[in-house]
Nanobody
Framework: QVQLVESGGGLVQPGGSLGLSCAAS?????MGWYRQAPGNQRELVAS???????TYKDSVRGRFTISRDNAKNTVYLQMNSLTPEDTAVYYC?????????WGQGTQVTVAS
């Protein structure tokens, strides 16, 4: 199975930007960025096929951009105009998610 390592989270003020990266140990196909806020279920926020067809959760469309580099087996998430509601642990995984591939995630905190 593919191992996934997320990076790039941190603390940012409302309206700020952050970029996340997800490095995979092998060839990847349709990938997604998921997030889980305290007390909430994990949700898919963006996905991208190997051919770069993207989908977004309504609340992030226009603010988040998912991309990938197939040669590097890496998926990215550029997040702009962040709000406190975006605060969560962000994970990458396949779509649909492989339960065995969840990594540690990366914490994104949006606060002033």
């Amino acid at each position: 199975q593919v191992q996934l390592v997320e990076s790039g989270g941190g603390l940012v003020q409302p309206g700020g930007s952050l970029g996340l990266s997800c490095a995979a140990s092998g060839r990847i196909f349709t990938m997604g960025w998921y997030r889980q806020a305290p007390g909430n279920q994990r949700e898919l926020v963006a996905s991208i096929t190997r051919g770069a067809i993207t989908t977004y959760k309504d609340s992030v469309r226009g603010r988040f951009t998912i991309s990938r580099d197939n040669a590097k087996n890496t998926v990215y998430l550029q997040m702009n105009s962040l709000t406190p509601e975006d605060t969560a642990v962000y994970y990458c995984n396949t779509v649909p998610a492989n339960p065995s591939s969840w990594g540690q995630g990366t914490q994104v905190t949006v606060a002033s």
